[in-house]
């Protein structure tokens, strides 16, 4: 499989270059791609945690996340399925981290990974069908199990589709919106001590982040 990657890789690579700052050494897919966080989102979503111990990276597919958040934190856990991905995700990681070492699980969620996790970062699967679905029920891991296991987390950042309306917000979590250039990407959900974080959007626009609270100043 990795080798089949390599016919494709120059043209997903052209179009990471917005995303990442080492595109032209990293691996992808193209699913992957379209679903991962850039890198500056990634540390700017990191910087909501207050923890800085220790974090479990659920489906952190490429790991454009798990740039972020291994910036926050001294150990990150991750949990992703595909072996694919894990294969993909340990390159990619090296590139930015060298001599770090990320404790990676091939495994699919189940209860103890999230009962046992006082800090999450969960980034469900929104192409599970192949095409890219807006509703909260396509998501997977089910979020609706999800939500059934994280009673006891801290702090814990759902990522879900930016078409996911404020209405929708599960009961104990806020809603954080993410913009690039001024398109939405994302919607996170912010439970456990993160609920109170007083932002509500965050804008990247021309290389800088910008949010409810720290707008740009005009003469």
């Not at 659920?58 to 399925?81: A, D, R, W, Y």
């Not at 990522?159 to 919607?187: C, H, I, R, W």
Request: proline share 4%; net charge neutral.
């Amino acid at each position: 499989p990795l080798i089949g990657l390599v016919s494709e890789q120059s043209e997903l690579r052209k179009k990471a270059i917005k995303k990442f700052k080492l595109s032209s050494q990293m691996i992808f897919t193209r699913k992957g791609l379209e679903q991962s966080t850039s890198e500056d989102l990634a540390l700017f979503t990191a910087s909501l945690f207050n923890a800085t111990d220790e974090v479990l990276d659920v489906c952190s597919g490429i790991g454009g996340n798990t740039i972020g958040l291994q910036n926050k934190f001294g150990k990150v856990t991750t949990i992703e399925p595909e072996s694919l991905l894990n294969a993909i995700h340990e390159h990619n990681l090296k590139l930015y981290y060298p001599c770090i070492k990320i404790n990676r699980m091939i495994s699919t969620l189940d209860q103890n990974h999230l009962l046992n996790s006082p800090f999450l970062f969960i980034d469900p699967d929104r192409r599970t069908a192949g095409k890219k679905s807006y509703t909260i029920s396509d998501h997977s891991p089910d979020i609706d199990f999800i939500l059934k296991n994280i009673n006891q987390a801290k702090e814990v950042i759902i990522k879900l589709s930016p078409m996911v309306n404020v209405d929708q917000t599960a009961v104990g979590f806020t809603s954080l919106y993410l913009a690039e250039e001024m398109e939405l990407k994302q919607n996170l959900w912010l439970g456990g001590i993160l609920k109170n974080t007083p932002i509500t959007y965050a804008i990247l626009y021309n290389g800088k982040i910008f949010d409810s609270l720290h707008l740009p100043s005009y003469q």
